[in-house]
């Protein structure tokens, strides 16, 4: 990446794509894909990168990018008779806004049914993906605005893939007595979490169904506290040495280098005509006192 000029936010290049570098005064950073409003660094104030993004991945527009944090709308997964994840990741987004306030430094992308994506199918809408910065926090805020006469439902998630020293030391708090569903089975398998740390042995894939507004991740060497708001459900997943080994996207051995932590709305939410949903999400970097 190249910056052009010093400023709340700066043009540069990332692989082959247009991007915002937003940078705090405290010195915290992150850049910003205009294709997916993608969010595919993040370096607080006290230094150190705390997102993965793949070797492998297509910096071309091409196809979704592998790591970061990848915007999910208008639906999850292939919950839907729409393009897997939706539109929203592979579209090119606009820089609506930008700035300081107080300490922090913000950007605003803007993705609406006006910009002629055929896949919005029949549903006017208007999005706006904000990234806030400052010091060891990042907050990330989704808002969706059917512009349209008629109601519509969607599905939203904040794909966020988090770089970790070493798997095998990653735990999650915060989720103990959550009811789950585990996707690797066949059919999946519903139960609740019984240990106070979810750990990462092998493959994993579950919904979270109503989780607690907060969760603590340690990622090994590293402390992150993950609160939510709007976004009601939490997706955990890493695909494991075997899934992993069929994704092209991803390099040798790059599955033990993250795990998905993600603020999600798994169950479609209906959105009557000229009203407004907002999911936020924020990520703090914290002092690390103690290992699980």
């Given at each position: 990446?190249?910056?052009?000029?010093?400023?709340?936010?700066?043009?540069?290049?990332?692989?082959?794509?247009?991007?915002?570098?937003?940078?705090?005064?405290?010195?915290?950073?992150?850049?910003?894909?205009?294709?997916?409003?993608?969010?595919?660094?993040?370096?607080?104030?006290?230094?150190?990168?705390?997102?993965?993004?793949?070797?492998?991945?297509?910096?071309?527009?091409?196809?979704?990018?592998?790591?970061?944090?990848?915007?999910?709308?208008?639906?999850?997964?292939?919950?839907?008779?729409?393009?897997?994840?939706?539109?929203?990741?592979?579209?090119?987004?606009?820089?609506?806004?930008?700035?300081?306030?107080?300490?922090?430094?913000?950007?605003?992308?803007?993705?609406?049914?006006?910009?002629?994506?055929?896949?919005?199918?029949?549903?006017?809408?208007d999005l706006r993906f904000r990234v806030t910065?400052?010091?060891?926090?990042?907050?990330?805020?989704?808002?969706?605005?059917?512009?349209?006469?008629?109601?519509?439902?969607?599905?939203?998630?904040?794909?966020?893939?988090?770089?970790?020293?070493?798997?095998?030391?990653?735990?999650?708090?915060?989720?103990?007595?959550?009811?789950?569903?585990?996707?690797?089975?066949?059919?999946?398998?519903?139960?609740?979490?019984?240990?106070?740390?979810?750990?990462?042995?092998?493959?994993?894939?579950?919904?979270?169904?109503?989780?607690?507004?907060?969760?603590?991740?340690?990622?090994?060497?590293?402390?992150?506290?993950?609160?939510?708001?709007?976004?009601?459900?939490?997706?955990?997943?890493?695909?494991?040495?075997?899934?992993?080994?069929?994704?092209?996207?991803?390099?040798?051995?790059?599955?033990?280098?993250?795990?998905?932590?993600?603020?999600?709305?798994?169950?479609?939410?209906?959105?009557?005509?000229?009203?407004?949903?907002?999911?936020?999400?924020?990520?703090?970097?914290?002092?690390?006192?103690?290992?699980?």
């Amino acid at each position: 990446m190249h910056a052009e000029s010093r400023n709340a936010v700066t043009a540069v290049q990332f692989g082959q794509l247009p991007a915002m570098c937003v940078q705090a005064p405290d010195g915290a950073q992150a850049t910003v894909t205009l294709f997916g409003a993608h969010l595919v660094s993040w370096r607080p104030a006290a230094g150190g990168e705390r997102l993965f993004c793949s070797t492998r991945s297509a910096l071309d527009g091409s196809k979704a990018i592998r790591g970061g944090v990848p915007l999910i709308f208008p639906q999850f997964a292939a919950r839907g008779d729409g393009m897997r994840h939706g539109f929203a990741r592979v579209s090119t987004w606009r820089l609506a806004a930008s700035g300081f306030e107080q300490d922090a430094a913000f950007a605003e992308f803007a993705l609406s049914s006006a910009d002629g994506l055929t896949a919005a199918g029949a549903h006017p809408f208007d999005l706006r993906f904000r990234v806030t910065l400052s010091a060891n926090t990042v907050q990330l805020v989704l808002h969706v605005r059917n512009t349209g006469s008629a109601g519509f439902s969607f599905a939203a998630a904040l794909h966020s893939y988090f770089k970790v020293d070493d798997l095998d030391a990653v735990a999650l708090d915060g989720l103990k007595n959550t009811r789950y569903t585990d996707q690797t089975r066949n059919p999946p398998h519903s139960s609740r979490q019984a240990a106070q740390f979810l750990r990462c042995p092998h493959a994993l894939d579950r919904i979270y169904h109503a989780t607690p507004g907060e969760l603590t991740l340690q990622t090994g060497t590293a402390l992150l506290r993950l609160q939510q708001q709007g976004f009601h459900d939490t997706v955990v997943w890493n695909p494991g040495a075997a899934d992993a080994a069929a994704l092209s996207d991803l390099g040798a051995g790059e599955w033990r280098e993250f795990l998905c932590v993600e603020a999600a709305l798994i169950d479609p939410h209906w959105l009557d005509a000229e009203q407004e949903w907002l999911g936020t999400c924020r990520i703090e970097a914290i002092e690390m006192k103690n290992q699980f």
